[in-house]
T-cell receptor
Framework: AQKVTQAQTEISVVEKEDVTLDCVYE???????LFWYKQPPSGELVFLIR????DEQNEISGRYSWNFQKSTSSFNFTITASQVVDSAVYFC????????????WGAGTKLIIKP | NAGVMQNPRHLVRRRGQEARLRCSPM?????VYWYRQLPEEGLKFMVY????????ESGMPKERFSAEFPKEGPSILRIQQVVRGDSAAYFC????????????FGPGTRLLVL
């Protein structure tokens, strides 16, 4: 069975602090895709990143970075120098053959950035 | 540069009425997906469609729910005889081709059943 676990229900930090959101996944497939989406208070879902299982390079995009570790089945997301506008719910998701490539979602982590 | 469009953004229905949710995919996208998000929860897959075909409806409730993606026009998610438990946010996503590709989401329709 496939599963995505985001153990942190809610994180609260003060602006400018760094924060890491954890994501642990389970799948038997050797080929799979991992995603992060952001859901701000306005409710829409914003795509952040897609990573396939054969590419373990870490990725950096501005203040955002992602650490993919196959050995621990984790795909963690770090925001550096957080800003109030980063406040949102962040979802990690998995797509693999075992689920007909439908997105399997974590429960989300609510990130609160205090000014 | 229109993204995925959904309407209405908010829909209020009384128990027993029908709800029709519409989704227009991004230009050039031929694959549409519907998800449901209950309050304080992640999204749950409902159905995957291509033009005129339902590819995977494994997440659809067996009764009262149906979806279509006609040759012309938007994809429609239809909920008949709505009940309070249908209150949720319904998101549509689209992708250009293969199912492994990134899905881009619309703003969602918030359905409230009174």
């Amino acid at each position: 069975a496939q599963k995505v676990t985001q153990a942190q229900t809610e994180i609260s930090v003060v602006e400018k602090e760094d924060v890491t959101l954890d994501c642990v996944y389970e799948t038997r497939d050797t080929t799979y895709y991992l995603f992060w989406y952001k859901q701000p208070p306005s409710g829409e879902l914003v795509f952040l990143i897609r990573r396939n299982s054969f590419d373990e390079q870490n990725e950096i995009s501005g203040r955002y970075s992602w650490n993919f570790q196959k050995s621990t089945s984790s795909f963690n997301f770090t925001i550096t120098a957080s800003q109030v506008v980063d406040s949102a719910v962040y979802f990690c998701a998995l797509s693999a053959l075992d689920s007909n490539y439908q997105l399997i979602w974590g429960a989300g982590t609510k990130l609160i950035i205090k000014p | 540069n229109a993204g995925v469009m959904q309407n209405p953004r908010h829909l209020v229905r009384r128990r027993g009425q029908e709800a029709r949710l519409r989704c227009s995919p991004m230009k050039g996208h031929s694959h549409v997906y519907w998800y449901r998000q209950l309050p304080e929860e992640g999204l749950k897959f409902m159905v995957y469609l291509q033009k005129e075909n339902i590819i995977d409806e494994s997440g659809m409730p067996k009764e009262r729910f149906s979806a279509e993606f006609p040759k012309e026009g938007p994809s429609i998610l239809r909920i008949q005889q709505v009940v309070r438990g249908d209150s949720a946010a319904y998101f549509c996503a689209s992708s250009p081709g293969r199912i492994q590709e990134t899905q881009y989401f619309g703003p969602g329709t918030r359905l409230l059943v009174l």
